[in-house]
């Protein structure tokens, strides 16, 4: 178990120093999926970094701690003074924009063979590579390419493929489907979950997507100008959400059968004065070339005594 305890964490600029975490005490159990979410710039990506162990200037840790209950491959606790020498071992980091993060004059495969904590025999650890990229539902032949011959997809699931070789306990992902259309967003998502199946490991995961965090997570946690706000099975924070800031969140997820989006639908249509509706939306052209899902035109009833 990961445990956080009234942690701040803040950044010195010249003379004013922001908080961007500010008095964080949780705990996250063993083998799970926690989902982060929050607006932009409420501290996700700093507490993120901080139980990484990423805490470079002007970042730094001004109060509070983190334990983690982890065992480095040499039985050795793992702590915040030591993390660093488990990085991509016993904790990894996808970060933001992690896809773009591969060096671009390199092959993949040079990437993997220079990568911490990979053992001397350079042919042994390219097989297997190989072999785990295959799992991975890459071609073998991917491992040989620039990262700009491969897409967005490819390139994102060659960073889980990183980040998850040596079976990490901790993997910590930082909007890892941002800017990859739906379809190889939910693979990445699925490839994720499959990992944490097979592996037991706990996976953190920042997302702005609330229908993701739904998907996939089994805890969640809401953060609001640094703090928590909300924290707890996701089951239970989705279907009775405590704080105002989560319940609007949650309000913003469109959902099948959501009566309240039924009731927009419903008045929107009506409001237009000249359209008799059924309640399912379906798409009209308003304008050639322009559709907009509205409840179906249908001859307006006559009232009686019109
Ligand atoms: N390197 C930095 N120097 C100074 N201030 C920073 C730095 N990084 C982040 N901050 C500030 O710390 C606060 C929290 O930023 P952080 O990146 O953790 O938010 P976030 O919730 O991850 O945002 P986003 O969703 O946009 O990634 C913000 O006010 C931000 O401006």
Known sequence: MISIKDLQVSYRLGTRTIHAVDGVTLDIPDGCIVGIAGESGCGKSTLMKAIYGDITSPMHLSRGSITYGLKSAKGRQVTA?????????????????????????????EQFIDFPGTDSNKKRVLERARAYMGKLGLPPEAMDSYPHQLSGGMRQRMMIGLATFFQPELIIADEP?????????????????????????????????????????????????GRVVEYGDTDSVFSDPQHPYTKMLIDSLPTIGDDSMRGLMASAAGASGDRAYRVEPILHEVKPGHFVAQVAAAPVAQSVGA
């Open 81 to 109: 003074q030591n993390i660093r020498e488990e990085w991509f071992k016993s904790i990894s980091y996808v970060p933001q924009s992690s896809m773009n993060s591969l060096n671009p004059v390199i092959r993949i495969r």
């Open 177 to 225: 489907t941002t800017a990859l259309d739906v379809v190889v967003q939910k693979d990445i998502l699925m490839l994720l979950m499959e990992l944490q199946e097979e592996m037991k490991n706990t996976i953190l995961v920042v997302s702005h997507d609330m229908g993701v965090h739904y998907q996939v997570t089994h805890k969640m946690l809401i953060m609001y100008a």
